[in-house]
């Protein structure tokens, strides 16, 4: 079965510091990986996708994400935090064999940039 | 605005009433998708059209929750006889066949919050 983890329920970092939001998951066939971004009262917006090639991925507005296959990881980071950023963030897999094209998300990590 | 768009944005019903929301994706996205979300948690899948074709349904979508998509373009979901466990931000989302088209993220709308009292 797939299945996303998110272990972090909250991040706090401060402005300018370097911030990453875990994700691990699991599925039987090669993973199709995916990152949201939720603002309150606004539907998910998409900021980076892995599919494959290069394991390190650039997104919208400065995130980045790291596949990891043998860690069965996609962490999300970003070099310098803005306020900004504080928002709720959700990683997303999708099993390359599954042909619904379903996403199956992990439960949020909520993302607090103090000024 | 060429996204995707929901309506209504709020409902609030009573138990054992029906609602209906609908969903307008992004023209000429043929893949449309329906995805149910509760407090503090990822959103969980319902269902997938493409084109006006369901073709598949999770296990969360009983027996009182309808979805169609009749000519390929918007689609309505149904609840029936709605239990107050039926509290929750239903989203849609759409995304387009192209070439590659199994990699295609899915655009998300600004989802309908349902409260059944």
């Known amino acids: 079965a797939q299945s996303v983890a998110q272990p972090e329920d909250q991040v706090n970092v401060a402005e300018g510091n370097p911030l990453t939001v875990k994700c691990t998951y699991s599925v039987s066939g090669n993973p199709y990986l995916f990152w949201y971004v939720q603002y309150p009262n606004r539907g998910l917006q998409f900021l980076l996708k892995y599919i494959t090639g290069d394991n390190l991925v650039k997104g919208s507005y400065g995130f980045e994400a790291e596949f990891n296959k043998s860690q069965t990881s996609f962490h999300l980071k970003k070099p310098s935090a803005l306020v900004s950023d504080s928002a709720l963030y959700f990683c997303?897999?999708?099993?390359?064999?599954?042909?619904?094209?379903?996403?199956?998300f992990g439960s949020g990590t909520r993302l607090l940039v103090r000024p | 605005d060429t996204g995707v768009s929901q309506n209504p944005r709020h409902k609030i019903t009573k138990r054992g009433q029906n609602v209906t929301f609908r969903c307008d994706p992004i023209s000429e996205h043929n893949r449309l998708y329906w995805y149910r979300q509760t407090l503090g948690q990822g959103p969980e899948f319902l269902t997938y059209f493409q084109n006006e074709a369901q073709l598949e349904k999770s296990r969360l979508l009983s027996d009182r929750f309808s979805a169609e998509r009749p000519k390929g373009s918007f689609s309505t979901l149904e609840i029936q006889r709605t239990e107050q466990g039926d509290s929750a931000m239903y989203l849609c989302?759409?995304?387009?066949?192209?070439?590659?088209?199994?990699?295609?993220?899915?655009?998300f709308g600004p989802g309908t919050r349902l409260t059944v009292l």
């Open positions: 989302a759409s995304s387009p066949r192209t070439s590659g088209s199994s990699y295609n993220e899915q655009f």
């Open positions: 997303a897999v999708r099993d390359s064999g599954d042909s619904s094209y379903k996403l199956i």
